[in-house]
């Protein structure tokens, strides 16, 4: 069973940065896709960032140039590098996993139908 648990969320000030951590435990060194998320109040969760295991990314093009993904896997964490902050950026966010103990290719995906394992979230507050 894998477990993820998100930390780093906080209210900062447009412009400033934040960085947001995964920390996952339990599933197996095999393959795996890795994702991050994020639901604003009265909005359909969207996907922001993703990474697979041969270090592959994709974001979404509202996050380009601004987010990075990242991942270290000697401590299976997965990060998420927020700069340039803008009031848009407010929302809960949560990491999402997927992973088989076998090799297979993964591409990165911004699909929430492409994650089985999610966290809790961690919240994201950006104010002008």
């Known amino acids: 069973q894998v477990r993820l648990a998100e930390y780093g969320g906080g209210s900062v000030q447009a412009g400033e940065s934040l960085r947001l951590s995964c920390a996952m435990s339990g599933g197996t060194d095999g393959s795996y896709r890795m994702g991050w998320f994020r639901q604003a109040p009265g909005k359909e969760r969207e996907g922001v960032a993703s990474?697979?295991?041969?270090?592959?990314?994709d974001y979404a093009g509202s996050v380009k140039g601004r987010f990075t993904i990242s991942q270290d896997n000697a401590r299976k964490t997965l990060y998420l590098q927020m700069s340039n902050l803008k009031p848009e950026d407010t929302a809960m966010y949560y990491c999402a996993a997927q992973t088989v103990s076998y090799a297979v290719k993964y591409i990165p995906s911004l699909l929430a139908t492409a994650f089985t394992y999610w966290g809790q979230g961690t919240h994201v507050t950006v104010s002008a």
């Open positions: 990474i697979v295991n041969d270090g592959g990314t």
